[in-house]
Nanobody, 128 residues
Framework: QVQLVESGGGLVLPGGTLTLSCVAS????????MSWVRQAPGKGLEWVSG????????YYADVVKGRFTISRDNAKNTLSLQMNDLKPEDTALYYC?????????????????????WGQGVQVTVSS
């Protein structure tokens, strides 16, 4: 079965950097578009970034564009999200997601819990 395991979260100061990782198993990782989705306290799911099969094309929400970088290593079944210049509003539970459609991976369709396969999530807290 599909399994996605995130790591790399934690507490950082504003302006700091974190890199999240997601190790995938139970499916052909190289044949799946992938996404990062987050949920801030009291908020709904918010698509953050997506990436195509080989990692050639990447997509970002406007609020993270220029600060976050999504990447993948198909040989290692790993998805990554490098987050630079973190802001308090980036505080959220971050999920590695295998979307059920390309449009969702690109951020062109809303996410619901049944819209993707999900990791457990990793907490990112940006605070002084």
């Amino acid at each position: 079965q599909v399994q996605l395991v995130e790591s790399g979260g934690g507490l950082v100061l504003p302006g700091g950097t974190l890199t999240l990782s997601c190790v995938a198993s139970g499916f052909t990782f190289s044949a799946s578009w992938m996404s990062w989705v987050r949920q801030a306290p009291g908020k709904g799911l918010e698509w953050v970034s997506g990436i195509d099969l080989p990692g050639r094309d990447t997509y970002y929400a406007d609020v993270v564009k220029g600060r976050f970088t999504i990447s993948r290593d198909n040989a290692k079944n790993t998805l990554s999200l490098q987050m630079n210049d973190l802001k308090p509003e980036d505080t959220a539970l971050y999920y590695c997601a295998r979307p059920q459609s390309t449009t969702r991976a690109m951020g062109r369709a809303p996410y619901l819990r049944d819209s993707a396969d999900w990791g457990q999530g990793v907490q990112v807290t940006v605070s002084s």
